[in-house]
């Protein structure tokens, strides 16, 4: 996670094992890859052989963070559903693609078409769960995460899902429990799923000011999956956090290598910038929103990142606030919520920025740029309140 984009595990609910794979074999992806293709090539009119080999190529994509492979799995979904018109094995891979792609209320609308033919699916859910949070629905998410319990006690996507819930409502605690328990349950051989699980509690850690312990999570996260895009990213957070302010630069450098996305390539620029490296900051700055404005108006964007770009590098305040209040329209989830907060904050219009930061915190998230930016909210509201109305007689 990117702690705001929610893949988790599904994959284990379907995938056979596989053998242990030292850091130079092909990752558990790749194998799936391999071996889907060989069963396409054998068998080219079985259209669950090319929904088995979209899945395995939607899974490289969140190992490498390249959404090339997306392009591929869709090209296998549309083999597959060409051979067997609606059949479910691909529309269930479908869903994964959407969510991947952040198409989150489409990928919510062919979830609940498939719940209804399938409502005891707990993939299903697990896909219900993850649009609805995207989107904000968070009493939808919490009632599709616990018919993933009840149907399947234990299960791991559904723990997962159940940790990121509790963490939106600030028991972060009760969230570590969880991510641990799907950590113990997940086979050895799924080290993307475990270095994934390991990467997440290391964000818990850190919210919950446990660095020791966000230090060596990541720590066995690298060795179980070298060069995690995820991982590096946490990492560097870690680094900030312990005022190492260089070497979270570092890591930010090699996380953008890895997965050169707008959003990664934004935070590097606040990196350059806290480091002081003013002329690379303001070109990186650059290279950011010309990537950010080019997929603008798409689901997979960076508009939140282009939207504090705007508040608080750029000077822009009235290209930040049009920028949320169309991100807004699509989506009201607690970081979408708390940007347009921001934004409208930026731009003088106080009681109004306090009320979206309130809507923000209302489930009762901890994100500490969400409780700063309230902060800084409540503030200048209470300088802005007549002092009548502060201290009534």
Same mark, same amino acid.
């Given at each position: ?38 069963a ?37 979904l ?7 018109? $609606?059949n479910?094995?691909?529309r ?7 969510? $991947? ?23 299903v ?11 904000g629905?968070?009493a ?18 559904g ?26 349950r997940?086979?050895?051989?799924e ?21 020791p ?9 690298l060795?179980?999956f ?17 005022g ?9 450098r ?14 590097? $620029? ?22 950010a ?40 989830d ?12 930026r731009?003088?219009?106080?009681a109004?920025?306090?009320i979206?930061?309130?809507r ?15 902060d ?7 300088a ?6 502060r201290?009534?007689?």
């Open positions: 996670m990117n702690p705001q984009v929610l893949l988790l595990s599904l994959a284990l609910l379907t995938a056979p094992p596989i053998a242990q794979a030292e850091s130079t074999e092909p990752s558990p992806a790749e194998q799936r890859i391999a071996l889907a293709r060989t396409v090539n054998k068998h080219p009119q079985r259209y669950v052989a090319h929904a088995q080999l979209a899945m395995a190529l939607a899974q490289r994509a969140r190992e490498t963070a390249d959404t090339a492979y997306y392009t591929q799995a869709e090209t296998a549309a083999r597959s559903l060409t051979l067997s018109p $609606g479910l094995e691909a269930r891979v479908q869903v994964w693609v959407m969510l $991947g792609k952040h198409e989150f209320a489409a990928a919510l609308k062919a979830a609940q078409a498939l719940n209804q033919e399938m409502p005891d699916d707990v993939q859910y697990g896909y219900l769960t993850d649009a609805n949070i995207e989107l629905h968070y939808e998410a919490e009632k599709a995460a616990q018919w993933m319990l009840d149907l399947r006690p234990g299960n791991i996507p723990l997962t899902r159940a940790a990121y819930l509790r963490e939106l409502y600030g028991d972060i605690s009760g969230s570590l429990d969880l991510m641990q328990q799907a950590y113990q997940t086979p050895s051989s080290h993307e799923d475990r270095a994934w699980l390991l990467t997440h509690m290391a964000h818990l850690y850190l919210l919950d000011k446990q660095l312990h966000a230090d060596a999570a990541l720590d066995e996260a060795r179980a070298p060069g995690y895009h995820y991982a590096l990213a946490q990492q560097a957070r870690v680094r900030q956090a312990q190492r302010h260089a070497d979270a630069l570092a890591l930010l090699q996380h953008v290598a890895a997965a050169p996305h707008p959003e990664n390539i934004f935070y590097l $620029g606040e990196a350059l910038e806290q480091n002081g490296l003013k002329a690379e900051a303001a070109a990186t700055f650059k290279q950011f929103e010309a990537a404005r080019a997929e603008s108006a798409s689901w997979d964007n960076a508009n939140r990142e282009l939207i504090f770009y705007y508040a608080d590098h750029a000077q822009r305040p009235a290209d930040a606030l049009k920028l949320a209040q169309a991100e807004v329209a699509r989506r009201q607690a970081f979408t919520l708390d940007a347009y907060a921001w934004a409208l904050y731009n003088g219009q106080f109004e920025a306090q979206a930061s309130q923000a915190l209302a489930i009762g998230v901890r994100d500490p740029k969400l409780l700063q930016h309230a800084a909210i409540a503030l200048k509201n209470a802005h309140t007549p002092r009548s109305a201290h009534p007689i």
